[in-house]
């Protein structure tokens, strides 16, 4: 299994920027992609970025030129770097890893808060 605990979340004011962290322990060599969610009340969770372990990634088209999601395998620490933050983006924002192998177990992280002020 994997555990996944994020940190780096707190207050900022729009216009600034946030780092995010999440830190993978436990079987992380079987993950294949990881990625950052967000869910706001009242609404879904969403996907905000996604990396494979070859370093390909996605964004979703209203964190694109904004937000950053980078790696470390050495460390098994996923990164998501936030800049230019919007009120919008306030959410509690989660970790999330898929297995390599089938059947794609997915292991969520407990949330970190992120609160952007006008």
């Known amino acids: 299994q994997v555990q996944l605990v994020e940190s780096g979340g707190g207050l900022v004011q729009a216009g600034g920027s946030l780092r995010v962290s999440c830190a993978a322990s436990?079987?992380?060599?079987?993950?294949?992609?990881m990625g950052w969610y967000r869910q706001a009340p009242g609404k879904q969770r969403e996907l905000v970025a996604v990396i494979t372990s070859g370093g390909t990634t996605n964004y979703a088209d209203s964190v694109k030129g904004r937000f950053t999601i980078s790696r470390d395998n050495t460390d098994n620490t996923v990164y998501l770097q936030m800049n230019s933050l919007k009120p919008e983006d306030t959410a509690v924002y989660y970790c999330?890893?898929?297995?390599?192998?089938?059947?794609?177990?997915?292991?969520w992280g407990k949330g970190t808060l992120v609160t952007v002020s006008s």
């Open positions: 436990g079987s992380i060599f079987s993950v294949n992609v």
């Open positions: 999330k890893a898929i297995s390599k192998a089938p059947p794609f177990v997915n292991y």
